[in-house]
């Protein structure tokens, strides 16, 4: 078995160089949907309150947590849930064409 070189010469660094480039461009567009679904979250508080009758299919009767959204304002929610719309409603700003690739921003 030969001994393996520590001598690194330019056409390794170049090698190299290209594979990583190839590598940081095969990653632009994950990276690009991550941004843009961070853009989209957010999160809602909720509470439970009271309890409802809930039958399932084989008609056993339970009980099951209602849920209400928790507004109380300067105290922190009883749970916080990410919430991604399915469609952005208006009073929700996201902007899912900012920063995409082929753009300006």
Known sequence: ???????????????DLRALREDV?????????????DQCLFTVGLRSRGAY??????GRERLRPALSF??????LPQVSVLAFPG???????????????GTDE
Do not use: W
Request: hydrophobic letters at 35%.
């Open 1 to 15: 078995m030969a001994p393996v070189s520590a001598r690194v010469t330019r056409a390794d660094v170049r090698r």
């Open 25 to 37: 461009e095969d990653l632009a567009g994950p990276v690009d949907e991550i941004d843009r679904f």
């Open 53 to 58: 009758l809930f039958r399932d299919r084989t």
């Open 70 to 75: 928790d507004l109380r304002g300067a105290q």
């Open 87 to 101: 469609e952005e409603p208006p009073q929700i700003e996201c902007n899912e064409d900012a920063g995409g690739l």
